[in-house]
């Protein structure tokens, strides 16, 4: 008898960590899909390189002559 | 304002939850519209309506559920008592209350708390993935210059219309990977200067938050007006140094790495969404799996299923079950037996739902589900223990 509920204690104690396992994991990746940011890690990562800051502004300087990024080197930048 | 216990009850009761909704409610960028600094009238007014709907929507769902063991006229008996002047003789149902239900009701208003965060969290992230801000007016939030500088302004209806005349892309859908700006100041009444950069973070003016205080810019340059030189002829000189011999306007790099510009000196701004390829690509990549996949009809019919099972289980009171068994279940087994027994169904019905990538058939590997037995066994050892061995 005592056995038994020792047994249904751990039971419910993993039961409850999992459970808060669960819904952490589901806040968090609510939370990844829904982030307000004005501007991405991987935007910010690019401009840091002098290099590929250069090219993105010879990119955006082609977009104001264009006004199509298809004909700007967007896609071999990034 | 006297501290009556009335006020106190109302606090608790439709104050408190209220401001717990809108806390939790405007997230990240929009939490500009919570403001600490708000004079308590004011944020105690906005929180009542959220606060009487989490309310009733609380004592609704206690009331289906788990059912109150009094009636609703002693409950209205209580509350008339709690919020009058004292000059009423307190009820016998109230002074019941006082001494054996508190801790109820104590537990109760800290579920009602929970509820109430627990909404406003996933009311204003149903809001951003079902991008009804986007879509509709009376959703959107009112930090209208996260809409401008996140580039979500040319998904909204009027944008996204004239943007697809101007657009090659008919079926455009920008995701913005970086907001390019040209930002001309006026530094004194003759003199402007122009600064182009990419926008990383904005202030807002604590007072007004429709009004921007500051932009900050990173890989900043500014523009300075060429000096002309002629030569002795009267011909103008030439640099062949120079880029953009063309233009009017020399652009010079600012050294530094943020730089932060004053917004009541801007007299204009003019932005440039530089497009997200990567999320672009996942979101045709996407499409196009939906179009394929019969996966995506399996998967719906999982969540409505789970959806209508855990409904179930919330509202059993309200069905005309005669059935022995299910009548021990629902009225004996304690909420968190239910609450396995909901898991255990779920992963049955997850069996069923593949997540094997294939356009023209569902497929269903016993790998996968020999791989799903084994990392949930935990389930039915619960099951069995706080659910079927009572039931036996």
Known sequence: MENNKTLENILAAIGVLTLAAIVYN?????????????????????????????KLREAVDKYHDTGDWDKTELKSIL | MNLTLGFIAFFIAIVIPGIL???????????????????????????????????????????????????????????????????????????????NDITTFFIYTVCVFTFSALAGFALSRLIRVQKWDMKYKLFRFQNQWYYVFSGEVLNMKKFEEAHRYSSNDKTFEQDTFMTYADILLSVNEDKKELYSGYVVDYDLISDDNTQLDKIYLIDTHRYKKKEIKHDQNGNEIIDPNEENTSKSRNRIKVPGDIFVLNARNIVNLNLTYVPSLKKKEEKERKKLEIKKNRIITVQIVYLLSLLLIILIHFFYRLLPIKNPVLITYFYDISFFGKFITIILINLFLSFFVTTEESPKEIKYSIKYILLKLSSFIIWPLLFYFFVLKKLM
Request: charged share 20%.
């Open chain 2, 21 to 99: 909704f809108r806390r939790f409610f405007f997230y990240g960028e929009f939490s500009k519209q919570f403001n600490t600094k708000d004079p308590v009238l004011h944020s105690i007014f906005f929180s009542i309506i959220p606060g009487i709907v989490i309310q009733l929507a609380c004592f609704t769902i206690y009331a289906a559920t788990l059912g109150f063991e009094i009636s609703f006229s002693d409950i209205f008996t209580i509350f008339r008592d709690f919020t009058s002047d004292n000059t009423q003789d307190t009820d016998q149902v109230t002074q019941n209350f006082i001494n």
């Open chain 1, 26 to 54: 589901g806040l968090k990746s609510l939370t990844s899909q829904t982030e307000t940011a004005v501007i991405s890690k991987d935007a910010v990562k690019a401009i840091q390189n002098p290099e590929t800051a250069e």
